[in-house]
């Protein structure tokens, strides 16, 4: 019997269904993804054994959780296609589209929100979860337990889900901006593009990785990187003088602010 639905087999349905397999949560035959192009239809049978259909409201029927993972910008039209279904639980990851519109949309459904990102794909995910009004302790639990498959996860009021989207939803492609940078910086001082991108890789993941197992404040942690008169200094002074600061906040504001026109 298919547990899991999901709608829109696209890069992120894959991402987390695919760990979910991995970790024998569900079965291949527990999982079924509409999707509208055949070729994408006939990759997920043929990599993963999950069935697959063109046609959403086979996936609706029977499913106890539904996942969204189609675009933002057809959530009205996917919204007025099933809306008249009766899963218990529609788990939705699009970007902006609030647990009101969630809730209007799915009225015989428990509605929850969720932000993965990119890194899910790797099993190094960060989710944040904001649970709809009626949405039992149980299918948050059922969230969680999908979510903590593909990495990390945290339950916040869902006021903050606009921000997070800006944060941990778009920052992967922030931070894959600053690596290509970096490594285009090595590449610029002298070095072959095969070395100056995995120096730029692990310099990030190992940055990421002692902040996170020492609990170090970023700013000592750029402090014990910087000698008196020294590279890393006059290196962060152009980095200040280029207002990069200024523009990650700006960034994450403004993919915030995306967020919001998306889900109004
Ligand atoms: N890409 C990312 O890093 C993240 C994306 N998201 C959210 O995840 C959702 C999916 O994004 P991606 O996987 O990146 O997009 P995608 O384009 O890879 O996947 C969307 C899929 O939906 C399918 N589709 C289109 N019309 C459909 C319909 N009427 N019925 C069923 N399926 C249909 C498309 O063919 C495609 O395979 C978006 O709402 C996005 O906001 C959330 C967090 C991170
Ligand atoms: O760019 C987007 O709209 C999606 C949502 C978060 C990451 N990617």
């Given at each position: 019997?298919?547990?899991?639905?999901?709608?829109?087999?696209?890069m992120m349905?894959e991402a987390i269904?695919s760990r979910?397999?991995?970790?024998?949560?569900?079965?291949?035959?527990?999982?079924?993804?509409?999707?509208?192009?055949?070729?994408?239809?006939?990759?997920?049978?043929?990599?993963?054994?999950?069935?697959?259909?063109?046609?959403?409201?086979?996936?609706?029927?029977?499913?106890?959780?539904?996942?969204?993972?189609?675009?933002?910008?057809?959530?009205?039209?996917?919204?007025?296609?099933?809306?008249?279904?009766?899963?218990?639980?529609?788990?939705?990851i699009?970007?902006?589209?609030?647990?009101?519109?969630?809730?209007?949309?799915?009225?015989?459904?428990?509605?929850?929100?969720?932000?993965p990102n990119a890194p899910a794909t790797v099993g190094a995910g960060m989710s944040?979860?904001?649970?709809?009004?009626?949405?039992?302790?149980?299918?948050?639990?059922?969230?969680?337990?999908?979510l903590?498959a593909v990495g990390?996860?945290?339950?916040?009021?869902?006021?903050?889900?606009?921000?997070?989207?800006?944060?941990?939803?778009?920052?992967p492609?922030?931070?894959?901006?600053?690596?290509?940078?970096?490594?285009?910086?090595?590449?610029?001082?002298?070095?072959?593009?095969?070395?100056?991108?995995?120096?730029?890789?692990?310099?990030?993941?190992?940055?990421?990785?002692?902040?996170?197992?020492?609990?170090?404040?970023?700013?000592?942690?750029?402090?014990?990187?910087?000698?008196?008169?020294?590279?890393?200094?006059?290196?962060?002074?152009?980095?200040?003088?280029?207002?990069?600061?200024?523009?990650?906040?700006?960034?994450?504001?403004?993919?915030?602010?995306?967020?919001?026109?998306?889900?109004?």
């Amino acid at each position: 019997m298919v547990q899991l639905g999901i709608i829109g087999g696209g890069m992120m349905a894959e991402a987390i269904f695919s760990r979910l397999l991995a970790e024998k949560i569900y079965l291949p035959s527990q999982i079924q993804v509409s999707e509208p192009r055949a070729d994408r239809r006939q990759e997920l049978v043929e990599r993963y054994g999950v069935q697959v259909t063109a046609d959403n409201r086979e996936v609706t029927s029977g499913s106890e959780i539904l996942l969204l993972a189609i675009k933002p910008q057809i959530f009205d039209a996917i919204a007025r296609e099933l809306g008249d279904i009766s899963v218990p639980l529609v788990v939705s990851i699009l970007a902006g589209i609030p647990l009101s519109k969630l809730e209007t949309g799915f009225p015989s459904s428990a509605a929850i929100r969720v932000m993965p990102n990119a890194p899910a794909t790797v099993g190094a995910g960060m989710s944040a979860i904001a649970a709809g009004s009626q949405a039992t302790p149980g299918q948050v639990e059922q969230a969680k337990t999908l979510l903590a498959a593909v990495g990390e996860v945290v339950e916040v009021p869902e006021k903050m889900m606009d921000a997070v989207t800006g944060l941990s939803g778009s920052g992967p492609a922030f931070v894959a901006l600053a690596i290509e940078a970096l490594s285009d910086g090595g590449v610029a001082a002298g070095l072959p593009r095969t070395i100056a991108t995995p120096l730029a890789i692990q310099t990030v993941l190992g940055t990421a990785q002692l902040l996170q197992e020492t609990g170090l404040h970023t700013g000592q942690l750029k402090d014990r990187a910087t000698s008196p008169g020294g590279t890393t200094i006059t290196g962060l002074r152009e980095l200040e003088q280029a207002g990069v600061r200024s523009a990650f906040m700006e960034a994450v504001v403004a993919a915030c602010r995306r967020s919001q026109e998306l889900g109004s």
